[in-house]
């Protein structure tokens, strides 16, 4: 139920909207000066009346000016055929101007209330159900935009086999007099708008409401696109994989940071277990080297001492053998003595006597004497 009346009330607002559309690009064509003059030099109106093209021009935006109420009358004076003459001298002309400029206004008005109309009917559809308000609004442009379609398309294929046949429909509809019926002979606004310049009107403005009722069609397409629930699912589905493959492509990017981070912490540590192993094998050999000098100053030493000891020995081994020598050189004279007093007491006394005289002439302190 709150979609029906959701849709229902963005319906009836788009059938507003495209209503103000379509009035509006009738004032957008009937503004365009460029437009209007190109029409009046396509069908030589210039020449079939003896008025020039801007005067034509500035008679059809008197025309225009007036019915949309920004003048008070249709009186313009232009040159035919070389004399200033009233544009508009026929009095039917000024009547019939004043049932358009009446209906013109009307309508506009009735434009002018259906713009605030379609706001607040657009608005409650929207609020009703705020949560898919935008699907329920382009399904409501869209059944709205298929009633005027098919209104739109009936009256301008009946208009483009029979123009003249829907023009004529079209006033009796909206005019309860004749006097939209001129007397070609007697009028110059009948001969300065043909039929085929009406006709090219309404095909102006066809084209520009059309183009703007399509391109609302589309925008309505593409949300109710994006609004179903397939539509969602799908790109759920997308969302996940984009995200799964964002995730994989993290990782790897994280494996690869992670091992060349990995790779340079190793090739630090290997470098300062390098640096550490270097300072330690510097640090051991010159260790080893003072160890190395050590053994070699104690070896030295020992040599040192060595010697010491063997010239001490030595020195010790001399002074023993000098003083073995000094005792066997006084142990000597002892020996010596011993057998000398024993041959001298085996002397006579006279001999003995002889022979310690001799010795007591000669002085002898080295011992030479004594051998």
């Known amino acids: ?22 009035f509006t690009s009738i004032g957008f064509v009937i503004d365009d000066e460029t437009f209007v003059n190109n029409e009046f030099t396509k069908l030589a109106i210039s020449s079939k009346m003896g008025v020039s093209n801007s005067d034509l021009v500035t008679s059809f935006n008197r025309l225009v000016d007036y019915m949309e109420g920004d003048a008070p009358d249709i009186n313009v004076t232009v040159t035919v055929n070389g004399e200033q003459k009233q544009m508009f001298d026929y009095p039917q002309e000024a009547e019939h101007m004043a049932d358009v400029q009446k209906l013109y206004t009307t309508i ?27 699907q329920y609004l382009a399904q409501g442009y869209l059944s709205g935009s298929f009633v005027f379609l098919l209104i739109f398309g009936f009256l301008g294929t009946w208009a483009a086999l029979d123009f003249s046949n829907f023009w004529t429909f079209f006033h009796e509809m909206l005019f309860w007099n004749d006097l939209w019926l001129f007397d070609g002979t007697q009028s110059r606004m009948i001969n300065m708008l043909p039929e085929q310049i009406f006709a090219d009107i309404v095909a102006r403005i066809g084209l520009y409401s059309g183009i703007v009722i399509v391109v609302l069609m589309a925008v309505s397409i593409i949300g109710l696109v994006l609004a179903s629930d397939g539509y969602k699912r799908r790109k759920a589905v997308a969302l996940a994989r984009k995200k799964a493959r964002d995730n994989a492509v993290s990782a790897r990017k994280k494996a690869r940071d992670d091992a060349r981070n990995q790779l340079e912490e190793e090739k630090r540590l290997a470098e300062k277990r390098a640096r550490i192993a270097a300072h330690k094998a510097k640090k051991q050999a010159a260790a080893e080297a003072a160890a190395q000098e050590a053994e070699q100053e104690r070896l030295r030493e020992e040599k040192r001492a060595k010697k ?14 000098k003083a073995t020598t000094a005792a066997q050189r006084e142990a000597r004279p002892a020996r010596e003595q011993a057998p000398a007093q024993q041959k001298q007491a085996k002397k006579p006394p006279a001999q003995a006597a002889k022979q310690s005289k001799k010795k007591a002439n000669v002085h002898d302190d080295t011992g030479f004497l004594d051998d």
């Open 108 to 134: 506009a008005s009735y434009r002018d209330v259906s713009v605030l109309v379609m706001l607040i009917l657009f608005l409650f559809a929207a609020v009703f159900n705020f949560r898919k308000a935008p």
């Open 1 to 22: 139920m709150r979609k029906l009346i959701s849709v229902g009330m963005a319906t009836l607002a788009s059938m507003l909207l495209i209503f103000i559309v379509v």
């Open 308 to 321: 010491r000891a063997a010239a001490q020995a030595a020195a010790a081994q001399e002074q023993q053998q």
